[in-house]
T-cell receptor, first 117, second 109 residues
Framework: NAGVTQTPKFRVLKTGQSMTLLCAQD?????MYWYRQDPGMGLRLIHY???????AKGEVPDGYNVSRLKKQNFLLGLESAAPSQTSVYFC????????????????FGDGTRLSIL | KQEVTQIPAALSVPEGENLVLNCSFT??????LQWFRQDPGKGLTSLLL?????REQTSGRLNASLDKSSGRSTLYIAASQPGDSATYLC????????FGKGTRLHILP
């Protein structure tokens, strides 16, 4: 049981280049999230999805796009990379919010370390 | 807007001591409060999740409490070990999950 898998683990880009980060989960979770983690800033939510074919903006969505074509995959795209997007990116997944409001914890991948030169 | 604060930012204690990590949040209308552990270069691992209707959760040497009225949660670690060295993050959940910046814990052998 792999849990949440992120690819690639490391990447260096030049300003203006584009790339896609892939997140895959094998736990049949409805909800998926993309965060970025920066020193002194903690984790900040970029985009999230509450189910296949749905996406929504988080706290810091500018400069990023996402897609959830399959339930198990959540893609994060950078169309024109900027140095300010140098960060560690984490994907997470969880079950949907239950009717009884008894939540289950999020499961995280090991992160993608992205440097924009 | 929900804000989550963790104090202290860093903590070093000798092995074997009991310790408390603090977390405060500004909006008491939360659905849950989670504590995570993050090891260097790794993702987050969920340690304890306290539902809004609960006041505490325990797992082994870890105990987390939640006081919604005061906007506070504490993580108590008993008989600390060098393997407990990591960054501990709390996160307040409502429509979204808002993370604190974490407490870097170093247990001295």
């Amino acid at each position: 049981n792999a849990g949440v898998t992120q690819t690639p683990k490391f990447r260096v880009l030049k300003t203006g280049q584009s790339m896609t980060l892939l997140c895959a989960q094998d736990m049949n979770h409805e909800y998926m999230y993309w965060y970025r983690q920066d020193p002194g800033m903690g984790l900040r939510l970029i985009h999230y999805s509450v189910g296949e074919g749905t996406t929504a903006k988080g706290e810091v969505p500018d400069g990023y796009n996402v897609s959830r074509l399959k339930k198990q995959n959540f893609l994060l795209g950078l169309e024109s990379a900027a140095p300010s997007q140098t960060s560690v990116y984490f994907c997470a997944s969880s079950y949907s919010i239950p009717a009884d409001r008894l939540y289950q914890p999020q499961h995280f991948g090991d992160g993608t370390r992205l440097s924009i030169l | 807007k929900q804000e989550v604060t963790q104090i202290p930012a860093a903590l070093s204690v000798p092995e074997g001591e009991n310790l408390v990590l603090n977390c405060s949040f500004t909006d008491s209308a939360i659905y849950n409060l989670q504590w995570f552990r993050q090891d260097p270069g790794k993702g987050l691992t969920s340690l304890l999740l306290i539902q809004s209707s609960q006041r505490e959760q325990t797992s082994g040497r870890l105990n987390a409490s939640l006081d919604k009225s005061s906007g506070r949660s504490t993580l108590y670690i008993a008989a600390s070990q060098p393997g407990d060295s990591a960054t501990y993050l709390c996160a307040a959940g409502d429509d979204k999950i808002i993370f604190g910046k974490g407490t870097r814990l170093h247990i001295l052998p």
